[in-house]
Structure formats: structure tokens, C-alpha cells
């Protein structure tokens, strides 16, 4: 029974040398000394081997059991069977013995019968009649001799003559012999037959042959059991051990018999395997059960406990007999087994779900790539529609179509923002975004920043950018995803803050925990962001309210994308807010300085050079602080977005510069103060209004108290507001003062339209040339070039223009002089100082020309920024206003504009 | 060549110019360049800059040619040159060109002989090192608007 339980398990088990059940040292040396090596197994060597006694039975009862339980009896009438058995095989082969020896001397007895029968008269003649001792001794001779011929062949040879005295003493003589011979015969068959009854009284013992057989029977059992891991016994009713075999064997018999397993043993499980016996007992029911003993004799073993009711012949229980099998290895093994199957499927569990995530990971890729590639799908052919609607508005339009198109070109702008952080977010989260490494200037990069922040701002708030002294001068990094961040959270700023400032600070922190040896670190404040929303700042698409959203605009997405980017380069973004008092967002970043030694070479080059001098201070410079310039805007560099301009200017220099900022160029600034040395009255407009606004910002208050208003009324009044569509907002008051600024422009293309300005360029410069027709092209105009001064001169005489554009310096006759031979024949009606000059001037288109009214001819001079040809020497010379070279679509303008009413 | 690469290329020239503009090799002249290129003239950039080029190559070698005679004395032809020059180069957005030039001139104002040749120098090695950055702009640009083109039936 126990096989077939164990058999799943054992099949899977290898099969190991099992360690007796019991310790070989434990026990006395009187157990020990009976200990044998384990026989080969033969039957026959049985009889050698010396049984270890291993059993304590208390003898007195156990006859008593034996004798009154069907299964003793059932034993015992066995053996006595099978004794029996042995006893009539044995009685049988002795009986065939005895008839064969019976047969034989039948045979002898019928022979001796025949030969008397035979020689009857010899019987007849007296025998012992002794006539003669002589005689009676030849007689004697003469038989033995004849009984000798006899036994010696068949035949008996008498020499003698028949019927003689002689031939009958030698023949009864010889028959003599032979009965001699058979009497001796029937001796020994009588010796044998008592012999063999001798040794069939011998084995006729019948208890000595069952106790022999119960010997072997049982030394069988022993040598079979004596190694099993098996402890057998019986119990009686109060489960008292009356008899154990194979038990633990330091104990005795004392120890043992008479006694029940909780008054032997102590521990765990004794308790339990005596409650078992006890229900086997009870019910009547062998049972089977696993129980492990944790005992101080033998530590812990599991046994499996097989338990048998035992009854008497009255069919009343007497006890039981139970038997327990060491399985503590198996049960260990089975409950590894049990564990590694768990262990497995728990694996197998966990694989699948893994499979089952890398599956939904996979699944996300693909969307985030579809989303990416759709983007990008979008992207191409929308920024198509913008771009046309971009040209479309350059061209003419009346207000209603103006009004749509621009609503057209900031909705456009709104999705292709979308879809650019779209894709950012897609490429950041599917890993697709690389990071460069390329040396940048840290200053520059906030500077320039703040500087196109500045440049779009419509609010009256003071930007600032503060970088610690200690900010390397470079460092290396992906400059353009820094850029993007920090323009991310400023504009963010700006949007969000209402009054007060918005700064940029860096500064280096030593943060062992962080990544490597320093991080820089930025903040961008920024004031009144009065929303308890942190939490879900930095999630996608979402906005702190869907008030905000409606209010502000924007598609939520910029600081998740920030967050993304910070992550990426390796730092975090975090932010701290209290409200209405401002927020911090913080990010820090790990960076590497470059080899400083590389830029200054590049500097050492031209470091002679006049231009170049003031830059060394500049790289170093840790302070920046931009104020709105109100009707000054950043051209932000896509086509057509040409709606900003500057009314009443035309002196527009560097200031233009330092706000269009593009290039974040140190020598930006010392060009900017040299400039502003140099500019007249019409810059001073300008310069007042940038100290007044300086001014504003630094206190909430003295921005309340008027100075503000009447600010941003003057600031209205320079028609500043600013059709800005890299902001994506489409907040109605922009949106109106907008309109009602294309119409002012659309009013003057008409009346552009109905007296088709000429205009004439005055350039030597082939480049200059082409840039500048391409402009014009762009504003709407088309011009006449002249290559030098009196081609200049030439082309006024022969038609009239309403501008002219005068390069200053050329070859043959220069700017100067030919504005100065121009304005001479205003004053006076002819070409004299021309002709005076050396200018060939035909005087049939002379008389022509002295028919038009002497208007002044607007001429606008083309500087290209140097000191020989400063302003002064423009004006002097009889020009109108300058353009300092390059010349820029804002200027060109900005110039038209003015000139071309 | 199978039109993915337009980001990727949109990228490269993004940051090609984003150095450029760093290094002060070129400023916002060049944008308005960019700006002035539209559908009716879709390679102006790329035509101003070749005329540029050639234009600029030419009044090298005359600059050169002048400077190197042995007789030279004629620093006002030098001036007018550079005067060009620096029209043409503050025109395109040549900036770190026209900035050498502008020193180049000054040299040449106070006739320092020495002063002309160093900035000869100064400006062909501005001059070579801005040809060689628009060729591989330009030839971004070639690249992109290939992968642009290609179109998949959706």
C-alpha cells in the first residue's frame, strides 16, 4: 500500500542509498555485536546468518495473542499444515522404501522355496545325524562345496557319480552354501529395514520441525526487514506496546513494553499519532496516515503510519497492530517538488504576464510611432497651408478676407505647435530623440532667451537672467534642447505672470548624488501662478483648469516635454509654488566642461582686431535684465509674418538688433551703446520709452498708481500690439487690434495701388542688388537699379520716382554726390552741377523734367555702418534718412512707409 | 532616399545653422535671406550665395594680386574692394567675413602693408571656412527637399 502511494514520486526520485532509519551509533554493544553484513541475498546462506534481535515481544502474552486472533491462529494452523504436509511425504517415501524391501525378500523367500522344493528328499535326510565326525565333517565340506558351485554358476558341476554317496554329500554341501548366502542376505535387509525405521523414529518429532520451520520463517523476516526503515508493532487496547520490532535502539525493553507512545516519546507528532491509533481503534478501519515526530530522541522524521485494528476470534477488539515507514527523505524531496512546481508556475504566471506586458509595450512603440510618423504626416502639409496663408496675407486682401486669413495662419500656427510637441514627446518617450554634445555658452544661451522672450512680450514685466560667477564660460551639452527648455518654462512664465519679473538664474551645485562632478542649475521664476495643480503640471495635455485652458491657450504639453528632455540629459525638473507669490521650477543638469582652449584660439586670431576687443569682458558678463520694448517686435522668422512694424522710425539701428537677438553674439551689446552714442532725436522717443518701463516693473505699485496705464496707452498709441502667431493664443483683444491694424495697412497698399510708387535703387553691389529687389518683391513693389551715381542721375532725369535708395559708397560717382547733384537741380531746375560734374545729361529730357513740379525727392541713403559714412555726413550731403546696411524687410518697410504716402 | 529622413535632415540643418549662427559666422542678414525665398524664387538663398561667392572670389584675387606687387601703393582700389566685400558679406549675413574685412579695411586706411596681408589672410580663411559650411548646408538642403518630395500613396 504504501508502494502504491509513493509510486508518482518515486518514479521521479532517483534511487539513492538510504541511510539506516536509526543512527548505527546509538544502542549498547549487546545490540551491536549481533549486527551482520547485509547477506548476498541467497536462501541457502540463511542458516549462516546470525539474526540482530531486534524485537522485544513480552512473551507471556503474545502466545496468548497469537493463540486467540484469527490471524495467530490462521498462522499456526498453517505451519501446522504445512508440517503435516512435509510429515506425509515423508511417511510416503518411507512406505515405497518398505515395499520394495518387502518385494525383495518375497523374491529371496520364493527362491528358497523353489530350491527346497527342488531337492526335497534332501530335506528329508537327517541332517544334524553326525555317523562320523569324519563324516560328518566331509558331509559338511562337501554341502558348503556344493552350495559354493551352486553360488558360483547355475550349473552345479557334480564330478562325482550320480546316486552316489559322494555326489549326494557334495550336493547337499553345496545347496548348503547357498542357503547360507541367503540367510546372511536376509540378515542385512533385516539390518537395513530396522535401520531406516530407526531414522523414521528420528524425524518423527512433529513441535521440532515446526520450531524449526518458525526459525526459518522468521530468520526470512529478519533478513528481509532487518534493514528496512520499518518499525512494527502491536498495542493493546490502551495502545500499550506489547510488542515492537525494529525500535529505536537505545531503548529497552523496559522502556518500551507495556507502555504507550506518549509515555515513551515526547515532541511533536506523538501526541498526534496517538489520537490516530486511538480513531483506528474506535472505528475499526485501518487507516494510513503521515505524521511527523519531532521527538529529542531522534529529531525530526516523518513516518507514514499504517494502523490495523486487531480482533480476537470473538470478533472484539484487542488492539492494533501498526507499522511506520521513515519517509522523511521522500517527504522532503516531495515537498521540494512541491515547491519547485510552485516556483514554476508562479514563473510561468509571471512569463506570461510579462509577455503580456512587453506585448502592450510593444503595441504603445508602434501607436507612439504611428503618432509620430502621423505627425509628421500632418506636419508637412499643414505647415504647406500656413506657409501659402502666410504668402496669401502679403498679397491684397480686403478686411473681411484679412480677418479670416489671419484667424486661418494663428489656428494653423496653434496645430503645428501641437503636433511639434507632439512629436518631441513621441520621439523623447520612444527613445527615437538623441542628445548632442556641442560647447555652448551658457550666458549666451539665457541671454539670448531672455532676449527673444523680451522681444515678444506684451506685458509689462521685467525679465532678468542671473548666472553665478563660478558658471563655466562653456560647457558641453545639447544647447538646442536646453534652449528649448528654458524657452519653454519662460514662456510659460510670461503667460502665466501678470506683474512683477520673470528671471533665469544658473548657478553651479556640487551634488555628490547627482550624476557627475557639478549640475547646472536653473531656475526660471515666475509670479502668480494661482492654481494648486502641481501635481498634474507635468502631465500630458494637462492644464490646471479648463479655465486656464480657455484663458491661456496652449496644448499642456510644454512641460511635459520639458520634464521628458530634462530626464533624458540626465537631471530632474521640479517645481515649488506658493500663490500669488510665485513659482520655481528648478532643473537641474549634469554637464561637462569643454576644452575652454579651443574658442580662444579662434579669438586670439582676430583678437587685434578692432571689432573684437570688448568680447573677452563679455563672455564673463552674469547679469542680464530685459524690459519690454513696447512696439519693437521680434521678427520670428517665418515668411510672411511681416505685420509688426515701428511707426514714426526710421533710425533703426542696433536697438533692432539687440531684440531681434537672434545670435546671442557678445558683441551685440558693445555695438548696441555705441550705437545709441550715436543716434539722434528720433531714437530718443525710443530710449525714453525703455527707461520709463525700466522703471515700472521693479514694484507692483508704482505700476498701479498710473504710470502703468498711461504707459500701455502710450504703447497703444504706437500701435504696437503685435499679430504674434508663435504664441498660439487666440485671445479676442490681440485679435481685434490686429484687424484693425491690417486695415490701416490695407488702406495704404490702396492707395499704393492707385499711384504705383517708382523707386529707384542706387547700388553697385551685385548681392545687395538682388537681396534687396527680392525684398521689395516681397513688399509688394518693384524697383529700378542703378549701378553708380550718374546712372543714378540719368535714370531721374529720364522718369520720376517717389524714392530713391542710395548706396554711398560706389564707384564712378558715390552717394554723397549724387545726392547733393540731385538736390542741386531741385533747387534750381537743371542739371548744371551734374553736367559741372562730368555727368552726361541730355538737355531734351531736361526741359522735360523741368516741367514737374520741384517736390523734394526722397532719398534715402544705404550706410554700411562706418565711420566715413556717418549720419551726419548723410544729412549734410541732402539726404532724407539712412538705412545702415544690411538691409532688413522691416527696415525697407518701415522706410516705404514713411516715404510712400 | 525614401523620404524618412526628413526630420532627421531637418535637424541636422537646424543645428548646422544653430553653429553657425553661434560661432558668428553668420547673422540675422541670413535669415532675412531665408525669408526672402518663395515660391516665385525657391533658390534665391542658394543663388544670392553662389553670386556672392564668385563675386567674393574675384575681388580675393584682385585684392590679392594688388597686395602682392611689389610697387603697390594704390590703398583706396584695396578700400573699394573691400568695400564690396563687406556690402556684399553684411548683405547675405556673412558676419565673421565682413567683420575681418571691416579690420582689413582699417589697415588698409592707415596703408599698413602688413596690417593688408594678415587681413588677407584672415578674411580667405573666413571666406573658405563660410564657403565650405553653405556648401554642406546647401547640400542638406538638396538632400531634404529629395526626401520631402517623396510622397506615399496613403
Known amino acids: 500500500m504504501v508502494c502504491e502511494m509513493e509510486t508518482d514520486q518515486i518514479e521521479e526520485m532517483d534511487v539513492e542509498v538510504l541511510s539506516s532509519m536509526w543512527p548505527e551509533d546509538v ?73 520394495n524391501l518387502d518385494r525383495q525378500r518375497e523374491e529371496a523367500e520364493a527362491k528358497e522355496l523353489k530350491i527346497i522344493e527342488e531337492y526335497k528328499f534332501e530335506s528329508n535326510e537327517p541332517e544334524n545325524v553326525p555317523v562320523l565326525d569324519e563324516t560328518s565333517d566331509l558331509f559338511r565340506r562337501f554341502r558348503q562345496k556344493k552350495r559354493d558351485a551352486l553360488v558360483d554358476s547355475k550349473k552345479i ?3 562325482e557319480e550320480f546316486d552316489t554317496v559322494a555326489y549326494w554329500k557334495q550336493k547337499a554341501l553345496s545347496l548348503e552354501k547357498m542357503l547360507e548366502a541367503s540367510t546372511e542376505r536376509e540378515r542385512r535387509l533385516m539390518e537395513k529395514l530396522s535401520e531406516s525405521l530407526k531414522t523414521m523414529e528420528s524425524q518423527s518429532a512433529p513441535v521440532q520441525e515446526l520450531t524449526q520451520n518458525l526459525k526459518r520463517a522468521e530468520g526470512f523476516l529478519h533478513f528481509i526487514l532487518q534493514n528496512a526503515p520499518i518499525v512494527m508493532g502491536h498495542q493493546d487496547k490502551d495502545l500499550r506496546y506489547l510488542f515492537i520490532y525494529n525500535k529505536y535502539p537505545s531503548l529497552r525493553e523496559q522502556d518500551i513494553l507495556g507502555k504507550t507512545d506518549v509515555e515513551i516519546f515526547h515532541g511533536g507528532g506523538v501526541k498526534e499519532s496517538e489520537d490516530f491509533k486511538r480513531e483506528v481503534l474506535e472505528k475499526g478501519k485501518a487507516s494510513k496516515r503521515e505524521i511527523t515526530f519531532t521527538t529529542d530522541l531522534f529529531g525530526s522524521k516523518t513516518f507514514l503510519i499504517y494502523v490495523e485494528p486487531v480482533y480476537n476470534k470473538a470478533g472484539e477488539k484487542i488492539g492494533i497492530n501498526y507499522m511506520g515507514m521513515e519517509v522523511t527523505d521522500q517527504v522532503v524531496k516531495r515537498e521540494k517538488m512541491a515547491k519547485l512546481r510552485e516556483d514554476n508556475a508562479v514563473r510561468k504566471a509571471m512569463e506570461s504576464e510579462l509577455n503580456k506586458t512587453i506585448h502592450i509595450t510593444e503595441e504603445t512603440m508602434r501607436a507612439k510611432q504611428m503618432l509620430a510618423t502621423m505627425s ?45 510637441d507632439i512629436l518631441d514627446l513621441s520621439k523623447v518617450e520612444s527613445g527615437v530623440m538623441r542628445l548632442e554634445a556641442t560647447k555652448f555658452r551658457p550666458r549666451e544661451v539665457v541671454k539670448h532667451v531672455l532676449q527673444t522672450a523680451a522681444a515678444s512680450l506684451k506685458k509689462s514685466l521685467t525679465l532678468e ?19 528649448q527648455i528654458l524657452t519653454n518654462l519662460i514662456s510659460n ?30 531656475d526660471t521664476e515666475e509670479h502668480e501662478q494661482n492654481e494648486n495643480a ?132 557678445p558683441s551685440n551689446n558693445t555695438g548696441q551703446s555705441e550705437m545709441l552714442q550715436l543716434e539722434n532725436g528720433g531714437y530718443m522717443d525710443e530710449s525714453k520709452l525703455e527707461t520709463s518701463s525700466g522703471h515700472c516693473p521693479e514694484s507692483a505699485h508704482q505700476y498701479e498708481n498710473g504710470n502703468g496705464r498711461c504707459f500701455s496707452k502710450e504703447s497703444e498709441s504706437c500701435s504696437s500690439s503685435q499679430a504674434s502667431s508663435e504664441g498660439g493664443t487666440l485671445e479676442m483683444e490681440s485679435e481685434l487690434t490686429v484687424s484693425s491694424h491690417r486695415e490701416e495697412e490695407k488702406a495704404e497698399t490702396e492707395v499704393k495701388e492707385t499711384s504705383k510708387p517708382k523707386i529707384l535703387l542706387v547700388e553697385d553691389n551685385k548681392i545687395n542688388i538682388m537681396v534687396a529687389k ?95 559714412e556717418s549720419s551726419e555726413e548723410c544729412y549734410a550731403n541732402g539726404m ?10 522691416q527696415k525697407l518697410r518701415e522706410c516705404l512707409q514713411q516715404y510712400l504716402h | 532616399m525614401l523620404g524618412l529622413g526628413v526630420d532627421r535632415l531637418q535637424a541636422d540643418i537646424n543645428r548646422l545653422l544653430a553653429s553657425l549662427f553661434h560661432q558668428g559666422v553668420l547673422d540675422e542678414q541670413f535669415l532675412q535671406l531665408q525669408q526672402l525665398q518663395d515660391e516665385t524664387s525657391p533658390n534665391f538663398v542658394y543663388d544670392v550665395i553662389n553670386i556672392y561667392f564668385d563675386e567674393s572670389e574675384k575681388l580675393l584675387r584682385n585684392l590679392r594680386l594688388l597686395l602682392m606687387d611689389r610697387e603697390f601703393s594704390d590703398y583706396k582700389k584695396i578700400g573699394l574692394h573691400l568695400n564690396q566685400l563687406v556690402g556684399s558679406s553684411s548683405s547675405i549675413g556673412a558676419r565673421r567675413v565682413r567683420n575681418v574685412c571691416v579690420a582689413f579695411r582699417s589697415a588698409s586706411e592707415l596703408s599698413n602693408r602688413p596690417g593688408c596681408l594678415r587681413g588677407l589672410e584672415v578674411v580667405e580663411h573666413e571666406y573658405h571656412y563660410l564657403k565650405n559650411m553653405m556648401h554642406e548646408l546647401f547640400q542638406l538642403e538638396q538632400q531634404r527637399i529629395l526626401a520631402a518630395g517623396v510622397r506615399y500613396p496613403m
Open chain 1, 534 to 665: 502641481l501635481p498634474c503640471l507635468f502631465k500630458k495635455y494637462m492644464q490646471a483648469s479648463a479655465d486656464h485652458a480657455r484663458k491661456y491657450g496652449g496644448t499642456g504639453l510644454g512641460l511635459a516635454i520639458c520634464k521628458q528632455l530634462v530626464e533624458l540629459m540626465g537631471g530632474q525638473l521640479t517645481v515649488t509654488s506658493r500663490v500669488s507669490e510665485g513659482s520655481t521650477f528648478t532643473f537641474i543638469l549634469p554637464y561637462k566642461v569643454g576644452r575652454s582652449d579651443d574658442y580662444s584660439d579662434d579669438q586670439d586670431e582676430f583678437s587685434d582686431m578692432a571689432d573684437q576687443q570688448s568680447e573677452p569682458d563679455d563672455t564673463a558678463e552674469g547679469y542680464f535684465q530685459f524690459k519690454p520694448l513696447l512696439g519693437s517686435i521680434y521678427s520670428n522668422g517665418g515668411p510672411g509674418i511681416s505685420n509688426d512694424f515701428l511707426p514714426h522710425k526710421v533710425m533703426l539701428t542696433s536697438p533692432i538688433k539687440l531684440i531681434n537677438g537672434f545670435v546671442a553674439d
Open chain 1, 774 to 868: 527680392s525684398m521689395m518683391k516681397q513688399l509688394g513693389h518693384t524697383m529700378d537699379i542703378a549701378n553708380n551715381g550718374v546712372e543714378a542721375i540719368t535714370a531721374i532725369n529720364s522718369s520720376s520716382y517717389d524714392l530713391v535708395l542710395m548706396d554711398v559708397c560706389m564707384p564712378v560717382l558715390d552717394g554723397l554726390k549724387a545726392t547733393r547733384l540731385i538736390r542741386s537741380y531741385e533747387e534750381t531746375g537743371n542739371w548744371n552741377a551734374a553736367i559741372e560734374a562730368g555727368v552726361d545729361i541730355s538737355t531734351s529730357e531736361n526741359e522735360q523734367v523741368c516741367m514737374r513740379p520741384t517736390n523734394r525727392l526722397p532719398i534715402i541713403a544705404m550706410t554700411a555702418n562706418t565711420l566715413a
Open chain 1, 376 to 420: 509628421h504626416e500632418i506636419r508637412s502639409p499643414l505647415s504647406g497651408v500656413v506657409g501659402m496663408a502666410e504668402i496669401l496675407s502679403t498679397t491684397k486682401l480686403d478686411k473681411e478676407q484679412r480677418q479670416l486669413l489671419n484667424v486661418m495662419i494663428s489656428s494653423g500656427d496653434l496645430v503645428l505647435q501641437l503636433i511639434n
Open chain 1, 157 to 159: 558341476e557334480i564330478y
Open chain 1, 493 to 522: 512664465a510670461i503667460k502665466f505672470t501678470h506683474e512683477g519679473n520673470v528671471g533665469i538664474k544658473l548657478q553651479v551645485i556640487s551634488e555628490p548624488s547627482f550624476v557627475r562632478d557639478n549640475a547646472l542649475n536653473a
Open chain 1, 27 to 99: 544502542g549498547t554493544e549487546a545490540d551491536k555485536q549481533f549486527n551482520v553484513e547485509k547477506p548476498a541475498g541467497d536462501l541457502d546462506t540463511l542458516k549462516e546468518v546470525t539474526i540482530e534481535t531486534r524485537t522485544i515481544a513480552d512473551m507471556t502474552r503474545l502466545p496468548n495473542l497469537l493463540n486467540s486472533t484469527h490471524q495467530g491462529s490462521s498462522q499456526l494452523t498453517n505451519l501446522v499444515k504445512q508440517w503435516e504436509y512435509m510429515q506425509d511425504n515423508a511417511v510416503r517415501l518411507l512406505k515405497e522404501e518398505l515395499k
Open chain 1, 465 to 483: 537672467g542671473n548666472i553665478a560667477d563660478d558658471v563655466p564660460i562653456e560647457v558641453v551639452g545639447d544647447v538646442l534642447r536646453i534652449r
Open chain 1, 880 to 889: 532724407d534718412s539712412f538705412i545702415s546696411k544690411p538691409v532688413t524687410l
